[in-house]
Nanobody, 126 residues
């Protein structure tokens, strides 16, 4: 299994970015697909989860109404559309897949995710 993120970069406050996570070796319907971020000097923070078999999506309060998670099964790619970005969104963003379908069940649940990408840096600054 391999997860490869892309799409990060430097953007001004209020701007947008779309992150991609290209997956190989797994079927999206067998996993909860997640985005997790880690800001400098802070712990990992769950951002969003999508269950492709149901279409259900979940977001952290800090990104709700600004970020949108989606998938393209034909490309086996997970996306995170990030709009109205704020400086506090600055972090390394990781995609992760968990076979147990946990999504977010508390901070410790992140330790149970099965596969992680290498991360992509997002910097929001004027």
């Amino acid at each position: 299994v391999q997860l490869v993120e892309s799409g990060g970069g430097l953007v001004q406050p209020g701007g947008s970015l779309r992150l991609s996570c290209a997956a190989s070796g797994l079927s999206f319907e067998d996993y909860a697909l997640n985005w997790v971020r880690q800001a400098p000097g802070k712990g990992r923070e769950w951002v969003s989860t999508i269950y492709t078999f149901s279409g259900n999506k979940y977001y952290a309060d800090s990104v709700k109404d600004r970020f949108t998670i989606s998938t393209d099964s034909t490309k086996n790619t997970l996306y995170l559309q990030m709009d109205n970005l704020k400086p506090e969104d600055t972090a390394v963003y990781y995609c992760a897949a968990d076979a147990a379908g946990l999504g977010y069940a508390g901070p410790d649940s992140l330790n149970l995710y099965d596969y992680w990408g290498q991360g992509t840096q997002v910097t929001v600054s004027a």
